[in-house]
């Protein structure tokens, strides 16, 4: 490889990285259009179990139910790992830690796993053809208030400061010089006091 190929194959290596990562952003904000310019046409998405979406119109219908679903999620994924590349296609694996919060019941779904994906090259971008996720764990526990916990999805779509959105976090204004302070127990139960 000549030291041109190198510095191409590093840019590429961040590009690569950048897609992952705009992947977490997008599921987080429930961005469908966002999420799905970041898959090829007939790109897939395989959350195991034998369920796979394919296909632009497959992939809505999935970004649209699961963001549906969860009234927050919060992706974080590291360790992007190059498996294979060429120049015009790449593998990678990824680390996943999930947090859903179901929007109907009070419940948290967590999720440990691995994403194994397909990239190609289109341009100066890398899009997804293929996205498995291998889960090693899943969690359910009930929601409780967290100290300076992120706006629920509903709550990012629009701006966070517009009126009536509600923000949690650890001192709630209630108007009138008032306020409300949630902490949590050693057993995660919030304690307000006012």
Not at 75 to 99: E, P
Not at 142 to 169: M, S, Y
Request: hydrophobic share 35%; glycine share 8%.
């Amino acid at each position: 490889m000549s030291r041109d190929d190198d510095v191409q194959e590093l840019i590429d290596r961040a590009r690569i990285s950048d897609a992952v990562q705009a992947y977490c952003d997008h599921c987080d904000s429930a961005d469908v259009e966002a999420a799905l310019a970041l898959f090829t046409d007939d790109g897939a998405v395989d959350l195991g179990g034998g369920a796979v979406h394919r296909g632009q119109l497959e992939l809505r219908d999935l970004f649209e139910d699961r963001f549906t679903l969860y009234s927050a999620i919060s992706f974080h994924c590291s360790d992007v790992r190059l498996v294979r590349y060429d120049g015009r296609t790449a593998s990678t694996t990824t680390h996943l830690i999930g947090f859903h919060e179901a929007a109907d019941v009070d419940r948290v779904l967590h999720i440990w796993g691995t994403f194994e994906d397909q990239l190609v090259k289109d341009g100066r971008r890398w899009l997804f053809r293929h996205r498995h996720l291998r889960v090693a764990g899943i969690n359910h526990t009930t929601a409780c208030e967290v100290p300076r916990r992120f706006d629920q999805i509903a709550h990012r779509r629009a701006h966070p400061a517009a009126a009536g959105t509600p923000v949690r976090g650890i001192r709630d204004d209630l108007g009138g010089g008032a306020s409300r302070v949630t902490r949590l127990r050693a057993d995660r139960s919030p304690v307000t006091t006012g």
